[in-house]
């Protein structure tokens, strides 16, 4: 069991704000944002209708809403999520659907850069 | 059954609806409806109108409570609203402040 844990189970509907310094396991439904010092897991049966932030997030659900996680975001096989999505890393699984916008980290190497700075001072 | 657990310091602003037990050992502002059960844990801070066949309190709750079965309020509850039930239950050690409801 998590430690500081939240559950929200199929049969539960929540209307609002959710947040926490833990985890939580949305198995019903949220119309709202979440807001988690912890991981977030919206289950197959979970439906998150707003903007969610979190550490780490396992989505196997239906999100319509931007998500924000400090490490990953994975989209297991049942996701169906609409939004955009910025982390780390975010992880697309086959059979998951997905429409909007994503934002990772990148760091290019430097050797393009130089390269890219050389054709614009060219350009210029 | 599923519960679902508001888990210690978690904070739900706005209202849940529930079919399942509800179990609180955060804070709730706002209305909780259910047609299970509802617990707000010793250390849980409820604001909320609260309507649910069965509530039972241990933690701190503002606000009125409707329950269709039974309410009881634990000894280590601090209550301030109406209650509205058939069966009421309010321990030794139980603060309360309000109005009190069996419809006899």
Redesign the interface.
């Given at each position: 069991m998590m430690k500081?844990?939240?559950?929200?189970?199929?049969?539960?509907?929540?209307?609002?704000?959710?947040?926490?310094?833990?985890n939580?396991v949305l198995?019903?439904q949220v119309v709202?944002t979440i807001a988690l010092g912890g991981d977030l897991h919206i289950a197959k049966r979970g439906t998150l209708l707003g903007n969610s932030q979190g550490n780490e997030m396992q989505i196997d659900g239906v999100v319509e809403g931007n998500a924000v996680a400090h490490n990953s975001i994975t989209l297991g096989r049942h996701a169906r999520v609409q939004g955009k999505l910025k982390a780390k890393s975010v992880i697309l699984n086959p059979g998951a659907q997905f429409s909007g916008e994503i934002e990772m980290d990148v760091i290019l190497p430097e050797e393009l850069l130089e390269t890219l700075n050389d054709k614009e001072d060219s350009n210029a | 059954m599923?519960?679902?657990?508001?888990?210690?310091?978690?904070?739900?602003?706005?209202?849940?609806?529930?079919?399942?037990p509800?179990v609180i050992e955060?804070t709730v502002k706002?209305m909780i409806q259910s047609?299970d059960s509802v617990m707000v844990d010793s250390g849980a801070i409820v604001e909320a109108e609260i309507s649910s066949p069965e509530v039972e309190v241990s933690g701190r709750l503002i606000g009125n409570v409707l329950a269709t079965s039974k309410v009881e309020l634990k000894d280590s509850s601090h209550v301030v609203g109406n209650l509205k039930a058939p069966s009421i239950l309010i321990a030794d050690g139980a603060s309360f402040k309000g109005n009190v409801d069996m419809d006899a």
């Open positions: 500081q844990g939240c559950k929200i189970a199929r049969g539960t509907a929540v209307r609002g704000n959710v947040t926490g310094p833990g939580l198995d019903g709202g | 599923p519960k679902t657990i508001i888990g210690k310091s978690f904070i739900i602003d706005g209202e849940v609806s529930s079919s399942d509800l955060g706002g047609d």
